[in-house]
């Protein structure tokens, strides 16, 4: 239970230590896991000294332990080696100080590294980090590439070299770190993070030479893992040969089998390059040639046909064929006015020959009663009924007699 202080009633230093030892004591023994970074074994001592790091993270603590405990394991522990130690954790008052005292030391062989690589490139495999989809494409022609490698390391000369064969104006933003040892995790991480920051950095390349299981395992580490996952820059893994794989290949957005090679897919190759231009530029003129061929010969064909040579025969031909039409029309239409003028004439003759004017032109007359009625027979009048009489040169009044 956390103690109860006031600024009236500190605890001491003393207090505040014994306490801490306190609650460490109560953690027991644990199994730690780490890479050993310094050893210090002085003649005649019996206890030896050392400091376990982890690789992933900038985390240390010191171990001690008999001299018995770590001569069962001297002749395969050294700097570098990976160990699991059963230790008890001790605090240190004096100096307030947190160490382990290691019981029992075991080295990592290389089987059970690789047993644990593949039980997180399985676990990392079901996240989706390697998955094709989230790999990116890298662009045709970089114009700046960031290297992450070692200092002054073949694998930086190979890829500078042949970057800048293949494409002379190529530029690159160089970060050297460590690429082995303790150091190498954090330091490859913040080098990746760094690049893909730049806007300018159009693609990452991370390489390094050939080496044992145990010197390329920083790049099989998850944090470098995740990091790579994080980039939005596309990012090349170039460790090793081509035997080698590290989980780093599997997220990259690009496996090359060595530094050389990245190189060779990142950058592409001014002569290739070149003549793929003249190829390209021999086919769009044989195209075009062709094209221009094939429509002359249209335009000569066309040319050729009888209403592009003489252009007017169609319609002077199509002239006469209306002038035709036209004098037939014009005939058909007198033709058809002369007949109907004499059906005028026949009928207007026969309408006057039977007109009530004719008639009476020939002596008769007509009886109209006072209210307009014309008499048809004598027994539609009386006796002194007074009727007029229409005839053609105009008309009388006549009285009926008997």
């Known amino acids: ?17 014994r306490l801490i030892g306190g609650w460490i004591d109560r953690l027991g023994a644990v199994w730690v896991e780490g890479q050993i970074t310094q050893l210090s074994r002085r003649p005649g001592a019996g206890v030896v000294f050392l400091t376990l790091r982890d690789p992933s993270y900038d985390i240390s603590v010191s171990v001690t332990c008999y001299r018995q405990v770590f001569d069962a394991v001297a002749d395969v522990v050294g700097e570098g ?58 662009p045709f022609l970089p114009q700046l590439i960031g290297l992450v490698c070692g200092r002054a390391s073949a694998a930086e000369r190979d890829v500078l070299e042949n970057a800048r064969h293949r494409w002379p104006a190529v530029r690159f933003e160089v970060r050297n770190v460590p690429v082995q040892g303790v150091h190498a995790v954090p330091q490859v991480v913040q080098a990746v ?13 991370v ?9 390329l395992l920083p790049f099989s580490d998850e944090q470098l893992v995740r990091a790579v996952a994080a980039c939005r820059t596309p990012v090349v893994s170039a460790i090793g040969h081509e035997p080698d794989n590290p989980l780093l290949d599997h997220v990259a957005d690009l496996r090359a089998s060595t530094p050389t090679d990245a190189a060779k897919k990142v950058v592409p190759d001014v002569g290739e390059e070149f003549e793929r231009v003249r190829m390209l530029r021999d086919r769009a003129r044989r195209c075009m040639n062709a094209f221009v061929e094939r429509e002359e010969r249209g335009l000569a064909h066309a040319l050729a046909r009888p209403s592009i040579e003489d252009p007017h025969r169609m319609i002077d031909e199509r002239a006469d064929q209306v ?10 239409l ?16 026969r309408v006057v020959a039977l007109s009530p004017a004719a008639t009476l032109q020939r002596g008769y007359a007509v009886l109209q009663k006072a209210d307009g009625h014309v008499v048809r027979g004598p027994d539609e009048v009386t006796d002194g009924e007074a009727l007029r009489a229409r005839v053609a040169e105009g008309e009388f009044t006549v009285k009926v007699g008997e």
């Open 1 to 17: 239970m956390a103690a109860k202080t006031t600024p009236e009633a500190p605890l001491p230093v003393g207090e505040v230590s």
């Open 81 to 138: 080696a990976r160990v699991v130690v059963l230790a008890k954790p001790e605090w240190y008052a004096p100096r307030g100080q947190l160490s382990l005292r290691a019981a029992e030391i075991r080295p990592v062989g290389v089987g059970e590294l690789l047993a644990r690589l593949e039980q997180l490139k399985k676990a990392l495999a079901a996240e989706g980090l390697f998955a094709l989809e989230r790999k990116k494409p890298l």
């Open 193 to 205: 993070k760094e690049l893909d920051e730049i806007e300018d950095v159009d693609v990452i390349i």
């Open 207 to 215: 390489a390094r030479g050939g080496g044992s299981v145990e010197d």
């Open 323 to 332: 002038a035709s039409l036209v004098e037939r029309s014009r005939r058909t």
């Open 334 to 349: 007198g033709h058809l006015l002369d007949r109907a003028d004499s059906e005028l004439t026949h009928t207007h003759a």
